[in-house]
Nanobody
Framework: QVHLVESGGASVQSGGSLRLSCVSSGYPFSELCFGWFRQAPGKKRQGIAGIDEYGVTSYAYTGITISRDSARSTVYLQMNNLKPEDTAIYYC?????????????????WGHGTQVTVSS
């Protein structure tokens, strides 16, 4: 069973940056693919970035970077030039097969999310 814990969410001003972290445990980190999703108030959850076990990445838009650190069993999401419309709960998700896209139904394991609030 994969256990995911996100952190790094905060309240920031427009134009600021944040780095979210997701620590994984319970399964060999090197065999997992990961995705970052977000859910804004009143909206459906959307996939924004994915990374496979080799570090190949995919993005829904520019201005964000997903990365992984095997030594720390941690996946990161760097977000720059944040805007109020980036306000959302951000979730980390994982799966054991080679998929790193943005369809949430593909992911097997989910964290509880971390809140990001961007003020103008």
């Amino acid at each position: 069973q994969v256990h995911l814990v996100e952190s790094g969410g905060a309240s920031v001003q427009s134009g600021g940056s944040l780095r979210l972290s997701c620590v994984s445990s319970g399964y060999p980190f090197s065999e997992l693919c990961f995705g970052w999703f977000r859910q804004a108030p009143g909206k459906k959850r959307q996939g924004i970035a994915g990374i496979d076990e080799y570090g190949v990445t995919s993005y829904a838009y520019t201005g964000i970077t997903i990365s992984r650190d095997s030594a720390r069993s941690t996946v990161y999401l760097q977000m720059n030039n944040l805007k109020p419309e980036d306000t959302a709960i951000y979730y980390c998700a994982a799966l054991t097969t080679g998929y790193y896209g943005h369809r949430e139904e593909e992911y097997q394991y989910w964290g509880h999310g971390t809140q990001v609030t961007v003020s103008s």
